[in-house]
Nanobody, 121 residues
Framework: QVQLVESGGGLVQPGGSLRLSCAAS????????MGWYRQAPGKQRELVAT???????NYADSVKGRFTISRDNAKNTIDLQMNSLKPEDTAVYYC???????????????WGQGTQVTVSS
C-alpha cells in the first residue's frame, strides 16, 4: 500500500509564511512527478506547483515568486514554502504523486488527505 501524508497547514495573517510537507510511504518502487494542488470552497481543485524527479518545477501564475516547491528523492518527500500569503490562498492543499509501487504495474496517481491553509487577519 502507498499513502501520502501532508503536514504544516494552519492559520496565518496576510503577508505571512507557511511551509507544507508531504511524505510518501509504503511499497514504493519509484516516484515520478509530485506536486501540490488546492481547492477553495465552491471552486475546482487547481494546480499550485509540481516537481519532477529531476527537480524541474512548474508553478501556477498566481503563486510564482511567492511559493517554492522542493523535493528530497531519498526520503520521498516534497515541501511547499509559501511566502507573502494572501487571503485568496486560503484553501485545502493536497499533495499528489505519480507512484509506481513494488508491484510494478505502472504509475498510479495518489492523493493525500489534504491540509487546511487559512490566510486571514
Amino acid at each position: 500500500q502507498v499513502q501520502l501524508v501532508e503536514s504544516g497547514g494552519g492559520l496565518v495573517q496576510p503577508g505571512g509564511s507557511l511551509r507544507l510537507s508531504c511524505a510518501a510511504s509504503g511499497r514504493i518502487f519509484t516516484i515520478n512527478t509530485m506536486g501540490w494542488y488546492r481547492q477553495a470552497p465552491g471552486k475546482q481543485r487547481e494546480l499550485v506547483a509540481t516537481i519532477t524527479s529531476g527537480s524541474s518545477t512548474n508553478y501556477a501564475d498566481s503563486v510564482k515568486g511567492r511559493f517554492t516547491i522542493s523535493r528530497d528523492n531519498a526520503k520521498n518527500t516534497i515541501d511547499l514554502q509559501m511566502n507573502s500569503l494572501k487571503p485568496e490562498d486560503t484553501a485545502v492543499y493536497y499533495c499528489n504523486a505519480a507512484i509506481m509501487s513494488s508491484s510494478l504495474v505502472g504509475f498510479l496517481n495518489y492523493w493525500g488527505q489534504g491540509t487546511q491553509v487559512t490566510v486571514s487577519s
